[in-house]
């Protein structure tokens, strides 16, 4: 390894390899780190290649060094803004269940209802 990077540290590479669980970034002529492909970007990554390409200079945020190992985790992602979720400030998060009551107001309700009619009908 050439520099001391540090945690945090933000830097311009060149992308140098593209594997399907990352893209591995030269930092200096005897440095590289990896960028899994978690740390792209917010949201689902199918394939690398859409966002990055071989040669593509790159900014990246230093996660974690590990010296013995010679590895050094980056991320692009973390230098971008998180996408909004669409929540209201101030307001609490419903659950799943209340979200799914409020939508299908009758839903397996009258399914349970129905049932019983089914039932009643069959003679059993």
């Known amino acids: 390894?050439?520099?001391?990077?540090?945690?945090?540290?933000?830097l311009t590479g060149k992308v140098t390899g593209i594997q399907p669980?990352?893209?591995f970034v030269a930092l200096d002529e005897e440095t590289q780190g990896l960028v899994h492909i978690s740390e792209i970007t917010y949201g689902f990554v199918k394939d690398i290649n859409d966002y990055l390409a071989v040669g593509d200079e790159v900014n990246v945020k230093v996660l974690e060094v590990d010296y013995d190992a010679g590895k050094i985790s980056l991320s692009i992602r973390a230098l971008k803004e998180a996408p909004n979720n669409h929540h209201k400030a101030g307001r609490p998060?419903?659950?799943?269940?209340?979200?799914?009551?409020?939508q299908d107001a009758d839903g397996f309700n009258s399914l349970k209802d129905k049932l019983k009619d089914w039932i009643d009908r069959s003679g059993y």
């Open 21 to 23: 669980y990352g893209a």
């Open 1 to 10: 390894m050439g520099k001391k990077y540090e945690v945090g540290e933000e």
């Open 93 to 102: 998060r419903k659950s799943l269940q209340d979200r799914v009551k409020e």
